[in-house]
């Protein structure tokens, strides 16, 4: 006789971490997904040589989740509600101009220096609204980068209005694409693993209920200003990869876009995922790389779709992805 | 203040806009006693606990631990240097299974540092060390229950973890809060072998409470709020007979 039995069932029962694989479907269960993402994120610009146009569109994806992956993180596992993505975006594509342009270093150090020092400087300059609860940390976040900009225009400091100009690009299209596609891989793996590392559980559970981790006699001060390093940290690579790739960074680089639409793409891939965010950047950028022919109009599209998905499927396609996925079925021998 | 005083309150006093929450609130508590704190519903036990544990800053008033003034210290340095507390409203980390509850104060510098407890280490020891410590406290070590979400476990269980996660911080104080209300009478018999074990191992307990007929068993001395004020102290059995502690109490529980 045959019955149906969900796959993950064998699969949980034994201990966590730690799996003991019984059968090869087991195994397509446990690697398949994330093997279909990197393998598919790495053959990507191989395929896309069939439509150049889209390929430059990959960079901006990849740009556009590594800031997901960085909102994500703050949001649904520290619980700091960042608004400020396009900070650390400007903060580390001006320091990757300053290192590049006025300092001569050369572009594969200038991307690390500037990711480094970015997180530093972000994660300082955020020091004084750690306290701070809920909206108002996100409205200080979001005020950042405006302050950011207005400082740069009045005091015509870095190139003023018109931004530093030539940057030295990455040596070939290929370099640039497997760059940002490998480092956005790592992110997401590492951010994956690192959340369910013993500080990991600390930093959620900060999130969770604070003063019980200050009880534990830990100062969560010092563990919202890591998450806010590590956070940053991505945030700045993107900066710094971003003015690399068009040999320029100015005060764009602080706009709005950065901050919105890698919180549009964690809602619609889901929250609290970390793949979410990767998916979400994956629908949404095309999307409106897409819509750009429609000029402003697009914003409307956008809209819509956004809150179709808040009111339809507010919990992400992730997570309801995840949930279909964990409740595959097979036969089992009675 | 004698010699085996490990915590001496002196003169705290707190007000919440015009509320006088707390009056010049001083006792002395000694190494390894079972120290009661009682007093009707808002006469101040929580936030007495809170102006010592550091999440309130007190309006006037010291706290002394083991010699040293410790008032108005960010909460996880007094955390830090043993004076551990549960929380009346208990909120353990819901997402967490039960014993991934416990990395969280066993990750702390304190853990790491006092050791004794085993405490650092690398992960999967981490796990290990957190499971003994629920079994210490009465969860059944092969049964699913310490792998359970936090948010799904009985009242029952959720008040032990809270005593487990101060269990985990190696502790000289833990301040309880009200950890018998919400359980049923053979709950509570289940957990003052527990309490009697911590006083065993040392661990100096002050116990806010309301279910007063337990607490009687267990504490070795009583004092009594009443709107702020200390209206009494000594053994149990004293404080239970004086004048103003029935007045308080009068027609609000049976004793
Ligand atoms: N954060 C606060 N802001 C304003 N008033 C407060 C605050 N915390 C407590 N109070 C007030 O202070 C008084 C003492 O409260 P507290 O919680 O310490 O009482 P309690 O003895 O613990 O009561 P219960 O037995 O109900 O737990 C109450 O009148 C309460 O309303
Ligand atoms: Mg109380």
Known sequence: ??????????????????????????????????????????????????????????????????????????????????????????????????????????????????????????????????????????????MYPLLATRVIEALNIMGGTNGIIGLDSLPNAYVEHYMVIIVMLIFLYGMRRFVNQDMGLVIRGVKDNDQAVRASGISVTKMKAFAVFVSSFMGCFAGAYIAHMYSWAGISLFALDFSIIPIASVVIGGGGTLLGAVLGSFILVPISELLRNFGTFRIVIYCVILTGFIVFKSEGIMVYAMRKYHQFERWVKV | MSDDTILSVQGISKTFGGLKALMDVSFDIRRGEVYGIIGPNGSGKTTLINCITGFIKPGGGKVIFKGKDITRWAPHKIAHIGISRTFQIMRPYYSLPAYKNLIIPLWSPRAKTVGGWRGGGRHGDRDTVAVDILEEIGFERDS????????????????????????????????????????????????????????????????????????????????????????????????????????????????
């Not at chain 1, 479907?25 to 040589?49: C, D, K, S």
């Not at chain 2, 005593?163 to 018999?189: H, N, T």
């Not at chain 2, 116990?207 to 709107?227: G, I, S, Y």
């Open chain 1, 1 to 142: 006789m045959m019955r149906k039995e969900r796959i993950d069932r064998g699969v949980r029962v034994r201990t966590a971490g730690l799996y003991a694989i019984a059968s090869w479907q087991e195994i397509l269960y446990l690697v398949g997904p994330p093997l279909f993402l990197i393998v598919g994120a790495i053959i990507l610009p191989i395929l896309l040589e069939f439509a150049p146009y889209w390929k430059r569109v990959i960079n901006i994806v990849c740009v556009y989740a590594i800031i997901a992956l960085s909102f994500d993180f703050l949001a649904n596992f520290v619980g700091l509600v960042c608004l400020g993505g396009a900070f650390f975006v400007g903060i580390g594509g001006y320091l990757s101009a300053i290192f590049n342009v006025y300092l001569h270093f050369p572009v594969y150090l200038s991307i690390p220096l500037a990711t480094i020092s970015g997180a530093v400087i972000s994660t300082v300059l955020l020091m004084p609204a750690l306290p701070l609860r809920g909206v108002y940390f996100a409205i200080v976040t979001l």
């Open chain 2, 144 to 255: 699913r229950v310490p792998y359970k979400l936090a948010s799904t476990l009985p009242t029952g269980y959720q008040k032990r973890l809270e005593l487990a996660r101060c269990m985990a911080m190696r502790p000289e104080i833990i301040f309880c809060d009200e950890v018998f209300s919400g359980l049923s009478m053979s709950e509570i018999a289940g957990m003052l072998p527990l309490i009697e074990k911590m006083k065993e191992e040392g661990i100096t307990l002050i116990m806010v409470e309301h279910r007063l007929r337990e607490l009687f068993r267990v504490a070795d001395r009583v004092m009594a709020l009443n709107f702020g004020e200390k209206i009494a102290e000594g053994l149990s059995s004293v404080v239970i007979e004086n004048k103003k502690v029935k007045e308080a109490y009068l027609g609000k529980e049976e004793v």
